[in-house]
């Protein structure tokens, strides 16, 4: 099995357990079709972009406020 290097920074891989904590949210939910599990990934990955740059928004972090 080749190995797969993957270089993420803290916040993407913050959104990429986001994401997938929602992908297998509807995959236990029986709402991901076979042969459709990529477009629930992407809706899944979306929704956690959401979700972080709502949470961005709304929150002020310390360097932010100058």
Do not use: C, F
Not at 42 to 59: G, K, L, M, S, V
């Amino acid at each position: 099995m080749a190995k797969i290097s993957l270089s993420l920074q803290p916040s993407e891989g913050i959104a990429a357990r986001m994401a997938a904590t929602i992908y297998a949210a509807y995959i236990a939910a029986g709402r991901v079709p076979d042969g459709k599990e990529k477009d629930w990934m992407q809706r899944a990955i979306n929704e956690a972009i959401w979700i972080a740059r709502t949470t961005d928004d709304a929150i002020q972090s310390d360097h932010e406020m100058g």
